[in-house]
């Protein structure tokens, strides 16, 4: 069984900077991708950045320049940092990860951590 946890979500004015993390633990060989995803009330959910196992990093459009995704290989642990929030960044936040099982393989996500940007 594999599990992922999302922390860090929370209130910030526009212009703040939260600092997301996410863990993978269970019985797995290795982790291909960790990624974030977020959906806001309504939308659908969309992709925010994908960091792999050689450090090969994507980001949406919306959050070039703001965003930093980072990874600890020796930890199973994703962080985003999210800097100069606008409202619209406000969402549910998932962190999903791409995992190598003793079998096959397998893609496993969070419960999600709310970010909201409001003054």
């Known amino acids: 069984q594999v599990h992922v946890v999302e922390s860090g979500g929370g209130l910030v004015q526009p212009g703040g900077s939260l600092r997301l993390s996410c863990v993978a633990s269970?019985?797995?060989?290795?982790?291909?991708?960790m990624g974030w995803h977020r959906q806001a009330a309504g939308k659908q959910r969309e992709l925010v950045a994908t960091i792999s196992s050689n450090a090969a990093i994507n980001y949406a459009d919306s959050v070039k320049g703001r965003f930093t995704i980072t990874r600890d290989n020796a930890k199973n642990t994703a962080f985003l940092q999210m800097n100069s929030l606008k409202p619209e960044d406000s969402a549910v936040y998932y962190c999903n990860a791409a995992v190598l099982l003793h079998i096959g393989a397998g893609n496993y996500w969070g419960q999600g951590t709310q970010v909201t940007v409001s003054s």
């Open positions: 269970g019985s797995f060989s290795r982790i291909y991708s």
